[in-house]
């Protein structure tokens, strides 16, 4: 897939916002423990992106009623769904200077067409030393799921089947979609929201 960046201007992708608040005292410690001087940025986009992947629950697998948004909850609270762990990913790429943006697939929810679909986030990162986006999903792996970091070859958390109506979205977004950030916002519950409120389409 040919990745389309939303801007050519680099600088946008490393803004801080309310959302992406990698200022916040409980993020930068853990950026003391995550990143030291002598990696160079794959390594640092590697340790980031396995330390949310792995470290950072996903709310449905643990079945987990708490939502997350903002980038230092969801640090505090190590959990979140697609939308908030890339939040927090993003944060932590940003504050190490290394562009990270937003792109989305809309999948089946479940395991059928008839189950609904929902909108799934995951991360664009802009590598200087071969001059080109990469996407990551950190989703968190499980049973089926193995989503890995490559420069090779993309290796995302799932598949398109777009003949049962499944996109991947070619746009890098700057900043999470707003449809990500009210849902987030808007809900009490993250089972209630997983199953009933996800957005179907961008």
Known sequence: MILKPESNDYAKYLAETEVLNFNDLFIKRKMDELFADDQNEIDKVK?????????????????????????????QYQEGICYAKSNLLAALLRAQNIPTGF???RLMLFDTPEQGYCIHALNAVY??????????????????????FSLEKEQLAFRIDRRSGEVDYSTIYINPHPKTIHVLKQ????????RHHLPEYL
Do not use: P
Not at 51 to 65: A, G, L, M, N, P
Not at 187 to 194: L, V
């Open 47 to 75: 340790v980031a992106f396995e330390f949310v992947r792995d470290q950072i629950s996903h709310s449905w697998d643990i079945q987990s009623s708490r939502i997350t948004c903002i980038a230092s909850d969801v640090l």
């Open 103 to 105: 792109c989305y697939q």
């Open 127 to 148: 590598i200087a030393k071969v001059d080109r986006w990469i996407r990551l999903d950190a989703r968190g792996n499980k049973s089926g799921i193995n989503a890995q």
């Open 187 to 194: 809900n009490k519950n993250a089972i209630d929201m997983y």
